[in-house]
């Protein structure tokens, strides 16, 4: 059972936008910035947003993140087949100690 | 452009203790501004965070794993490494080394290494 609660799955047509939550907590989202990473099958997670709704250089401006509370969300928009993937969101939690904290993932499915 | 990699053995015994190394290149392990950690993920699932450690030695553990887990830091030959005591077969996974930066943030990741608890 993740600290951070992400759908499972979400999918939408190629064009399409999405947008994957992550709920938490006062002691790590309400409290933290918020990242999200993307897992392509086989490969190493990617940092895609930092700080809740920054992109790292070469990160498509289609990609978007934001904060509300003890929320965060990604929004993907103009989807193409190369987006599926794994997500994550991630931070700090510090309920207990100092600890980092991720969502459980999310697979996202271009139909 | 900084990059982290992991080594050690595939294929760890019930019991024994598993031992990583991530060799960091292209930058100072030396960071004020950054820790270095390990995260693990099975196969087929999520993603779970192992410890951080920062140049001067200070350590965070995942609580789950507290009293199996020690990460070092030798500045000396920019690494850092991980031990796991008594694996099971439920630490099975592959482990990455990463670099967290002090605000949410893990910026740089190794490719990962499976290893695997069996007899």
């Known amino acids: 059972q993740s600290v951070l609660t992400q759908p499972p799955s979400v999918s939408a047509a190629p064009g399409q936008k999405v947008t994957i939550s992550c709920s938490g907590s006062?002691?790590?989202?309400?409290?933290?910035?918020v990242s999200w990473y993307q897992q392509l099958p086989g490969t190493a997670p990617k940092l895609l947003i930092y700080e809740n709704n920054k992109r790292p250089s070469g990160i498509a401006d289609r990609f978007s993140g934001s904060k509300s509370g003890t929320s965060a969300t990604l929004g993907i928009t103009g989807l193409q087949t190369g987006d599926e993937a794994d997500y994550y969101c991630?931070?700090?939690?510090?309920?207990?100690?100092?600890?980092?904290?991720f969502g459980g993932g999310t697979k996202l499915t271009v139909l | 452009q900084l990059q982290l990699q992991e080594s050690g053995p595939g294929l760890v015994k019930p019991s024994e203790t598993l031992s990583l190394t991530c060799t960091v290149s292209?930058?100072?392990?030396?960071?004020?501004?950054?820790?270095w950690g390990w995260i693990r993920q099975p196969p087929g699932k999520g993603l779970e965070w192992i410890g951080n450690?920062?140049?001067?030695?200070?350590?965070y553990y995942n609580p789950s794993l507290q009293s199996r887990v020690t990460i070092s830091v030798d500045t000396s030959k920019n690494q850092f490494s991980l031990k796991l005591s008594s694996a099971t077969a439920a630490d099975t996974a592959v482990y990455y080394c990463?670099?967290?930066?002090?605000?949410?943030?893990?910026?740089?990741w190794g490719q990962g290494t499976l290893v695997t608890v069996s007899s």
């Open positions: 006062s002691s790590n989202i309400g409290n933290n910035y």
């Open positions: 292209g930058g100072s392990i030396s960071s004020n501004d950054h820790y």
């Open positions: 990463a670099r967290p930066d002090l605000y949410s943030t893990i910026d740089y």
């Open positions: 991630g931070t700090w939690d510090s309920s207990l100690s100092v600890n980092w904290v």
């Open positions: 450690i920062y140049y001067t030695g200070t350590t």
